[in-house]
Each structure stands twice: as structure tokens, then as C-alpha cells.
């Protein structure tokens, strides 16, 4: 038998390499021509804890995770007890013949016959492989890619273990339904979120990076340092946040377009430093990976509680653009995005994103990277208005920007209010038109805003609304609900401030029933949504237990309200 989907769940302690079983069967099924979604979930320690790697894995595409398990992987006893209630009708645990389980459908593997202790991860890997109907020469590649060149003897034994315990499963008939072979096979690429907002900022041209190691951020600065001798650019790790935020200031007030990689808690230490970015008229990406909070709150897992303080980050009154990517490919292509407008607009830019997507790989097509220039830094001496200052009043509110010591003109620019040369002032005429200056630069970001993405029946008796990385699940939740024959539409926020009514408002308006879908407590897009249209949605489905919003738990909410 066949099986259309498979959601595979691995389980066990941080230290026993589920993370690398995971990522060895989900680049396997991306080669293979599957689409996949990963969801980690694990706990702040490096040894122990309950950790798990799962992977939604189907030949059409698939873009929200899912909670019923078909592939329950357990490393250790405690797995089993933990998700035994989670697992589908043919779903099956495969545990160690050494641990004692009660699960109902269970398949026993003699890790230690098979291979050392050291190397259970690879007897995993074989008999999962061999359950969901892989070739065995792809993962075989796929586990020589990554450590054939690192210890070669290491790579044969595993080859040896791979191959056995793919073999002894083989010869169980084990009664369960492998993946219907993909369709479509196509070179996909297998990246997460992170990974795709650093690919995002080298393509917009990105020079340094300064940042501060938090969950789930970290990661964006450990790419960006991987490419940095290949691509030109500095990455810094500077000895807290505030320092990072204001050397990133330092190196783009000198021409270097600069990302600060972060989470709420060192974000709150950074606000500061987005007022001189926004006194300063200096362009800046920030991004923001958002986690539960308060203080530490639980660093490793994920929620969308930080819009309210990313929009009112920051003391005084000054524009701001706010990203919040959906999607892998959003975070690629709205990285490049808030390069272009924090350049144009010059000062800081947001984007939003969460543990979920930072840590969730997809098969994704591979970036269409012709023709794309990187943004454009100042202007050349030769263009500028003699004498040169930094501040003249335009009506745009956007001044023309020269480098520091790349000609012989004086470039003044600070944090106190000043007239149109730079220098401190407090003349306070100086000061109304300054203020008025800087907020006319919404204009010009108002223009550029990325509209909210429409989708489903027109006019629904049911519209589900959301922001950032819920875009999946209100989808797969909609598609659901209208195979019950319901009317039903979503609408998600893609970019989340500022907000142009003219792009929904309407939308919102002729829908029955509007519900909006957020990982918070408060419903802080619902609020912001109501404080500049008006508009009161009539439903809120929140989630702030840490975890990702599925489909299913969109669909249990709406039935119980």
C-alpha cells in the first residue's frame, strides 16, 4: 500500500542526533521530488531534555505542519509516552528492542546488533528509510555528502550500518503504507526560513552584520559568516546587543548596508539605538525572530508576540516599515525588500519572524536571482548641492545622501536635533520642521507596501485572516473547510505596518464572519487593524503555548466558539 502523505515525528534527547536523522530524510525526500514541512521543537540545554524533528513530507505541496503522526521515531522510552496519543490510525512506533512499550502497533529494532551504540542514528536513519520508501543509493548519497569528506572512515561504517539496517527492515513485513513515489521531480532547494533571510540580504548587496547569539536569530549571522570571505562582507560578533545595533549604525552611516540579527529580549535592549537609526536617517535591517516572553520566556520555542513592540520600539516619532514573511520564499525575497526600502527611505526596517519558520525547512524552487542589482548606496559627489549638508528639506522628506571619506565634503549626522547641516540645535522652529522632515518619508514607504495576499471565494461567508508564519496553516485550514462546503476566504499580512486600508478594508467588510487568526494572546493585529480602520473582527483564534498553529487547531477553535 501507498500512502499520499506521511508525517514523521523523531523523538529523544538533545545529544542523541535526531536533528541529523531529520535532516538526512528531509534533504533524501527534497532530492526524491517530495515538498516538505519541518517543525523542531526543543528544549534550552544542550544534553537531555525532550526534543523532537518532525517531517510532513508529500508529492503536492504542502505548507503547513500537521499534528497526527504516521512515523513515530523513539530514541528514547519517554518519546512513546509522550505522543502515543498523537498517532494516526496505521501509524507505527519504532522503538529499540531494549525499551519496554505498550504502544499498540510498534516495530522493534535491535539498534545494538546492527551497529555500535555511536551509530544508532544511522540504524535509524536505514530502517526509516527503507519504511517510507526511499532509494537507498539517495540517502546513502545524501549521508556521504555529510561526512564523507570529514572523516572518511567514519563514512564508510556508516555506509555499512545504512546498508544493513535498510536490509534488515526489508526483510520484517512491516505493515505499513510508504510514500506513493513524487510525480513531480524537479531539483528543489531545502531551506528554512533563516537561511533564506540571509540568502535574501547578500542578494540585496548585504556588508556587515553585527549581532548578539539569541534563539532562534543566531543562525541568520552563522550563515552570513559562512559566505563572508566569498561575498565581501563583515560579520561581528559584538559583546551584547547594544553594541551590536550601534556598530550596525556605524558601519551603514559609512556605507555599508547592515542587518542585526535578534529576539525580543536583546531587542528591547536595541531600542535606543532604532531612535538614532530613525534621528539619524540611517538605513538599518533589523530582524526580529520572535519568542515566547516575557524576559527569558521559553528561548527555544515560538509565538507572534512582538509586533506591538517592534512598532513602538524606539522613543519620539519616526517611520518605520514592518515585514512579516509567511513563507521561505517571503523571507528571501522581503529581505531583499527591506534592504531596498530602508535604503530608500533611510532609516530602520523591520522584519518579523518567529522559531517556527526560522527553524522549518522546505523543498522550495531555486531563486530566480537574474537581474537582481543590490541596492544602491548614497550618491555620487558629483550630484550633490554645494555646499553639501545631510539634512536639506525636500518634500519628499529624503535627503541626498553622501558617504563619510568618499569625497572632500563633510558628512555631519548625530543623535540630538539639528537644522539641515547636521550640527546640534535647539531652536525649536528648527525642530517642527524637522520632525515634519522625517515623517513625510511614510510617504515614500506607503508606496512601496507589499498588500495583504487575498485568496479563496469572493465575498466568503467566512474569512480567516493572519500575519507572518500562521499563512500556512489559515490555508490549509480554509481549503478544508471548503471542501465541507463552506464559503470561505484568507487574507494574510505580509507586511504588517504601515497598514493601507484601501488594500482590505473592503475585503474585510463584505465577509460574513471575519476571524483572526495570531500566536498571542492579545490579538495584536486584530488590535492594530481596529485602531487604524475601525474594523472590530468578530473572532479571534490565539495561540501562546509555545507552539506552531496547525490547521487542525484553527478548525477544533472555529467549531468550539
Known sequence: MESKEINLLIGGEAGQGLVTIGELLAKSLVRSGYFIVVTQSYHSRIRGGHNTYAIRASGKKIVAPREAVDLLVALNPETVALHKSEISAGGLTIVDTAFKTTSDKCLQVPYLELGEKQFSNVVALGVVSFLLGLELEMVGK????????????IAEKN???????????SHQGVNFSKLAPASDIRRRLLMNGNEAIAMGALSAGVKFCSFYPMTPATSIALNLAAQASTMGLVVEQAEDEIAAINMAIGASFAGAPSIVPTSGGGFALMTEGVSLAGMSETPLVIVVAQRPGPATGLPTRTEQADLELVLHSGHGEFPRAIFSPGTVEECFWLTRKAFEVAAKSQGPVFILTDQFLADSARAIEPFDLEGLETVRVGIVEDSADLPYFRYPIYESGISPRLLPGMGKHLVVAGGDEHPIDGHLTEDLSVRKFMVEKRLRKEEEIVAEVVPPEIQGDEKPDLLLVTWGTTKGAILEAAAKLRNDSTRVGTLHFSQVWPLVPQQFLEVLQ??????????????????????????????RVLRYDGLPITPEYILRALERS
Open 142 to 153: 545524501a549521508l556521504d555528502d555529510a561526512f564523507g569528506k570529514k572523516a572518511p572512515e
Open 159 to 169: 555506509m555499512q550500518i545504512l546498508q544493513e539496517s535498510y536490509r534488515w527492515c
Open 510 to 539: 463584505d465577509a460574513g464572519e471575519v476571524v483572526c487568526v495570531e500566536g498571542n494572546a492579545f490579538g495584536q493585529l486584530a488590535r492594530l487593524i481596529r485602531r487604524e480602520t475601525g474594523f472590530n473582527f468578530h473572532r
